[in-house]
């Protein structure tokens, strides 16, 4: 008797075990905060104008880009020269905000990575005379503190994020680990973004 008495209590606990776990999931899973997606995506990339790695990716985030909209993705680059390693880095981040301001940053960024065995200062100008660049402002803005504060901002951030090699890309604040297909999983992570937001917006229309 008393060993059916112990059974019947051991049932009993195990029964109960199983109805709180069940409810806890259950109260995790209603709990849950879904991610707000809004549109556009953000993928932003810490890149060296000079570093191989970086080289190898740039057609293929290029041709990932050109796949989306501006209403769907943010592309923003960002700098991380590896100054222990690549010369020219710097230089080359500094020169590239220095054709921002001639509203040709997108021309320049392309002409770097095509030409990433000629970054001196000789040929980060005569990029910028092929641009059709001011010259004379393109020089002063080199020695501009606030041109040079954009990459030197952009370094900071990596720095306070963690991100110490390039290219590191992040979409929506998290960090992707790259695959040995990086032109799918880019597209598919931006994607699967897109979707979500969109998911959302017609769920409150």
Same mark, same amino acid.
């Given at each position: 008797?008393?060993?059916?008495?112990?059974?019947?209590?051991?049932?009993?606990?195990?029964?109960?075990?199983?109805?709180?776990?069940?409810?806890?999931?259950?109260?995790?899973?209603?709990?849950?905060?879904?991610?707000?997606?809004?549109?556009?995506?953000?993928?932003?990339?810490? !890149? %060296?104008? *000079?570093? &191989?790695?970086?080289? $190898?990716?740039?057609?293929?985030?290029? +041709?990932?880009?050109?796949?989306?909209?501006?209403?769907?993705?943010?592309?923003?680059?960002?700098?991380?020269?590896?100054?222990?390693?690549?010369?020219?880095?710097?230089?080359?981040?500094?020169?590239?905000?220095?054709?921002?301001?001639?509203?040709?940053?997108?021309?320049?960024?392309?002409?770097?990575?095509?030409?990433?065995?000629?970054?001196?200062?000789?040929?980060?100008?005569?990029?910028?005379?092929?641009?059709?660049?001011?010259?004379?402002?393109?020089? !002063? %803005?080199? *020695?501009? &503190?606030?041109?040079? $504060?954009?990459?030197?901002?952009?370094? +900071?951030?990596?720095?306070?994020?963690?991100?110490?090699?390039?290219?590191?890309?992040?979409?929506?604040?998290k960090r992707l680990t790259?695959?040995?297909?990086?032109?799918?999983?880019?597209?598919?992570?931006?994607?699967?973004?897109?979707?979500?937001?969109?998911?959302?917006?017609?769920?409150?229309?």
């Amino acid at each position: 008797m008393k060993n059916l008495n112990t059974n019947i209590v051991l049932v009993i606990s195990i029964v109960l075990g199983i109805g709180l776990f069940a409810g806890l999931v259950y109260f995790i899973k209603a709990n849950k905060t879904e991610e707000v997606v809004e549109l556009p995506v953000v993928l932003e990339e810490f !890149s %060296d104008f *000079q570093c &191989p790695a970086c080289g $190898a990716y740039y057609p293929v985030v290029e +041709k990932v880009r050109s796949e989306f909209s501006s209403e769907e993705l943010d592309f923003q680059y960002k700098h991380l020269p590896l100054t222990t390693i690549h010369e020219y880095a710097y230089t080359s981040a500094v020169a590239s905000e220095a054709a921002r301001e001639q509203g040709k940053f997108e021309e320049y960024y392309r002409i770097l990575f095509e030409n990433q065995d000629n970054l001196t200062d000789e040929d980060l100008l005569n990029y910028a005379q092929e641009l059709d660049l001011d010259i004379e402002k393109f020089k !002063s %803005d080199l *020695q501009n &503190p606030d041109i040079i $504060a954009r990459v030197e901002n952009d370094n +900071k951030e990596a720095e306070d994020r963690g991100y110490d090699s390039t290219p590191t890309f992040v979409l929506n604040g998290k960090r992707l680990t790259m695959s040995t297909n990086p032109e799918e999983q880019l597209r598919n992570a931006i994607q699967e973004k897109i979707d979500q937001a969109k998911s959302q917006q017609q769920a409150t229309e």
